[in-house]
């Protein structure tokens, strides 16, 4: 099991930026994928980015460009850098974590990009 446990969100004007973090209860090192997901008001939970214990990105079309995702295993950290925020960017952020046939989710935090 994990418990992942998210940070740094907040109130940012638009085009300002904002670095979430994720820290795990244990190591990460042989989870498959981690990643970031988002939820607005009203609307379904989204994929922001994921990576693999490879390496290996995925963006949401949106975010590419503007957000870059890291992962380090030493630390057991995921982040989520995200420059240039939009209002639509507004959610709560979620961390997850994807370990063989088990899925493991954050609290989340909240990102607001309003002026």
């Known amino acids: 099991q994990v418990q992942l446990v998210e940070s740094g969100g907040g109130l940012v004007q638009p085009g300002g930026s904002l670095r979430l973090s994720c820290v795990a209860s244990?190591?990460?090192?042989?989870?498959?994928?981690m990643g970031w997901y988002r939820q607005a008001p009203g609307k379904q939970r989204e994929l922001v980015a994921i990576?693999?214990?490879?390496?290996?990105?995925t963006y949401e079309d949106d975010v590419k460009g503007r957000f870059t995702i890291s992962r380090d295993n030493a630390k057991k950290t995921v982040d989520l850098q995200m420059n240039s925020l939009k209002p639509e960017d507004t959610a709560v952020y979620y961390c997850?974590?994807?370990?063989?046939?088990?899925?493991?989710w954050g609290q989340g935090t909240q990102v607001t990009v309003s002026s």
């Open positions: 997850n974590a994807v370990d063989g046939f088990w899925e493991y």
């Open positions: 244990r190591n990460i090192g042989s989870l498959a994928k």
């Open positions: 990576i693999t214990n490879g390496g290996t990105t």
